[in-house]
């Protein structure tokens, strides 16, 4: 099968740093290579991949001084229009830019949307474009939307390779993402502290957090159990987290996945998370860890994490949220777009 994936220009694919679009877009792109299909990566330049690449853009914007990164991605879809009719079918992971652009193109295509979707101004874009087929990363994430084309959920995936089991228990707690108020760091913090626990937190700061960092968050490191380490790669992220007691998740927002919960269950190592969002889908609680409600249920927890069979999270990991079951579910959805014939413009 010829399969376009169009990413965003972002990040890399794979980022070389934070970036989990980025990252499930390579792992999807270099598991269709293995199996045998011709795949084309629209992405920046400084992507690394398997696939044939067509760089619209040298670098990740992210590294770029540029007042108007929409214009490389409407380059980006110029460039995708030119070749639209070499595959059978295009992927795309860029939201709803290209929806004008897909009603023109007569080719299978999907679009899996990777972010939050509760927002007011969405729902406007999703009834107009009730044509484009999309896919959801939980089911949780399409409550918003309840009237979008819903084509399939298909969880995130990581390849098992990536991620190597630690059946030890580690000494400390870790915290990985951004740091941001919704990520729920300061919970995060809190519940370290009243466990008497160590706590590593390897994350993100963007910029229009930087505030939130110095203000709130930056005291709270003079605690002598609080270390930041700050943002690392994903071969670090391997011996961060699988080297830890249990991964800390004590988010404040809708999460639409949560891919750093399935890192941690590959490497072996429990999670505590907040029910928000995609949790009570991801994690199996008493398994994979505990889906608690607050500071108090998270603080009886990391009291019992020792309960958890790492072996366990390694397994459901394996059978759930492998790149290759990842790749396979969008497979089955490539699939029934072609056979049954379905554009967009015709459908529109």
């Known amino acids: 099968m010829k399969i376009a994936q169009v990413a965003p220009l972002h990040e890399s694919v794979p980022p070389k740093l934070y970036g989990g679009t980025e990252r499930v877009v390579s792992y999807l792109t270099e598991e269709l290579v293995k199996q045998g299909h011709d795949v084309t990566l629209f992405a920046s330049g400084d992507s690394i991949t398997s696939a044939h690449l067509v760089p619209v853009v040298d670098r990740a914007l992210r590294l770029i001084q540029s007042d108007d990164h929409f214009a490389y991605h409407i380059l980006l879809l110029e460039e995708l229009s030119k070749r639209s009719w070499e595959y059978d079918i295009i992927h795309f992971h860029i939201d709803y830019l290209h929806f004008p652009l897909s009603r023109q193109l007569n080719i299978p295509q999907l679009t899996t949307l990777h972010g939050r979707l509760d927002i007011s101004s969405l729902q406007d874009?999703?009834?107009?474009?009730?044509?484009?087929?999309?896919?959801?990363?939980?089911?949780?994430?399409?409550?918003?939307?309840?009237?979008?084309?819903?084509?399939?959920?298909?969880?995130?995936?990581?390849?098992?390779?990536?991620?190597?089991?630690?059946?030890?228990?580690?000494?400390?707690?870790?915290?990985?993402?951004?740091?941001?108020?919704?990520?729920?760091?300061?919970?995060?913090?809190?519940?370290a502290i009243r466990t008497g626990m160590e706590l590593k937190i390897a994350a993100k700061i963007d910029k229009v957090d930087k505030d939130y960092f110095n203000d709130r968050i930056k005291p709270l490191l003079k605690h002598p159990l609080i270390e930041y380490v700050g943002e690392i790669n994903e071969v670090e992220k391997n011996n961060f987290l699988g080297n830890a007691y249990a991964l800390l998740f004590p988010i404040e927002w809708p999460e639409p996945f949560g891919l750093v919960m399935i890192e941690a269950m590959a490497c072996g190592t429990p999670t505590i998370a907040y029910r928000r969002g995609s949790v009570p889908e991801v994690m199996n609680h008493g398994e994979t860890g505990f889906i608690v409600e607050?500071?108090?249920?998270?603080?009886?927890?990391?009291?019992?994490?020792?309960?958890?069979?790492?072996?366990?999270?390694?397994?459901?990991?394996?059978?759930?949220?492998?790149?290759?079951?990842?790749?396979?579910?969008?497979?089955?959805?490539?699939a029934s777009l072609i056979e049954s014939n379905f554009h967009p413009r015709l459908a529109g």
Not at 318 to 330: N, P
């Open 294 to 334: 607050n500071i108090e249920q998270a603080i009886n927890c990391v009291e019992k994490i020792e309960s958890i069979s790492r072996h366990c999270c390694r397994h459901i990991f394996q059978t759930r949220f492998s790149a290759r079951r990842m790749t396979q579910d969008y497979l089955k959805a490539y």
């Open 125 to 191: 874009i999703y009834r107009e474009f009730t044509d484009m087929p999309v896919v959801s990363i939980s089911n949780h994430q399409r409550l918003s939307l309840p009237f979008a084309n819903w084509l399939a959920t298909v969880y995130n995936g990581v390849p098992e390779e990536t991620y190597s089991f630690q059946p030890a228990t580690g000494s400390y707690l870790a915290f990985l993402g951004r740091l941001s108020p919704e990520k729920g760091i300061e919970a995060g913090i809190e519940i």
